[in-house]
């Protein structure tokens, strides 16, 4: 007799023919799919017969969405204030003169810059503290459609302090608007993950970071071309964020929620079933169910898991997984990325260029990010992340190094600073094709179901705050060792390195069961019969 199944009969129907056995002549039985490809005993298509799935519309029209949506305002707030910001900070002078009838000193007049520049990443911090509630209470959609709220909020008090002459509403502003940023970058990556087929995650989940690129390529370009003039910055950096916002808001509206969040959160199996239906090119999702099924087995015996029950590691084997959470998102800033901008407009005097050309291959190297990024997707879905990871690592610790002497001694051959300029370009570049998409990537796979909401938004957190930390100590660094600093950088991937040599797992063609699994030194499946997997007490016949 079977059991209860919470399929359809005509959605359990379909997977159960999906699989069939052929007689072999051993008399052993031996497993097929629909498309007549053999899967292994455990009734899975090896690594190496991965079924490949296409593209469908409606998945690319949500991973467009929200990235567009959310990760691109999130490079575009991150950097948007970098232009104007000779403007900005005449308007702070203005705005105190006329309070208090004398002007900032320098002093101060870079303190206070400082903080505010820095108050997106505190706000961010929060943002992703607090995303893991609402993105299991409500789903992955409906936060991010409720979180623009934060951004036209944020956006609109930093353009309207112009009037109001007050530029303690651009500070709250930035808090503001980082809320939102903190709440992109650990709900998108959740959800790109989670919507994406298993042989094209890494293509889809990197859209996060392209678009990060993109957001960054596109606030440079609006103040350097655009929005040139003294009082203009307040339209570079508030319309172009709430149009942005309600571009998302509106296009989320058609967008399917995650089927994983629906299926083993929510328990809501034809509803997630219609949405897999939506998202799949192909009309079979029986992998996909059977997928789920079994993780919602697995997560049947956990509570709702929080921040805190992470850390104090309720489950011990959470361990491994946390502190790879952790050094992946440290390992982005720790790259010397920001150190590398810090320094990108003296080299590129050094070598000769104007004002004016050097904005426009600042801007042409961020679109050049946009493409690598593209590009780490292929790479990790076609070689695997652990190479393409730790190759780029690899590559940037010899960089950095280079770089160093390459700076040390630019002023005494001409040609120096345009090695040094290549160096820096090569960096980026790597930085984007590995270590930053890393946070994205690796940390949505780790993780089950259960705790990962709880475990992007610490990791999301832990990512600011770094972000937050390499800025403001950054300046007294390179005050006291100058070029000198990128060895602290280059020493620093090194031990991330050999951590991920031990330690990072390789996830490519792997459903999160088994990478959960991988962990655990469990087996995956305590029944290896697929059809018995799928169907209860149902089992598969040999004779």
Known sequence: MRSSSPLADGDMDGIVSAMQTTKLKTGESQIHGDDGELLNDAGERPDNHTKKEGFSFVLIFSAVSVTFGGSLLAGFNTAVLSVPSRHMKEFFNESHYQRSGDYLDENSERWLWSFTVSFLCIGAAVGALVSGYPSN??????????????????????????LAHSYEMVMIGRFVTGINLGVVTAVVPMYLTEISPTSLRGMVTVMHGMQQNFGVSLSQTLGLYVFTGESSWPWLIGPPVILISLFQLTTSLCCPESPRWLYIKKNQQQSAIKSLRRLRASNDISRDVSDMDEERAREKTQEVVGILDLLRLRQSDWGKPLLL??????????TGVNAIWFYLVDVFRATGLTETQIGFVTVWLGLGNVIVNLLSGYCFDRFGRRPVIMGALGVCILNLCTLTVCMQFQTHYSWLPWISAALIACHTFMVSLGPGAAPFVICTEIWSQGPRSSAMAFGSQVYWTMNFLVGMLFPTLQDALGPYCFLLFAGSLGLILIYFWFELPETRNKTFEEIACGFTKKPTFENKDPLTRLHGDLPLQKS
């Open 137 to 162: 209470k409500f789903g992955r959609k409906k936060t991010l459609m409720l979180n623009n709220a934060f951004s036209i909020v944020g956006a609109s008090m930093m353009s309207l302090s112009f």
């Open 325 to 334: 959470t952790v050094v992946c998102n440290c390992c982005v800033h720790l």
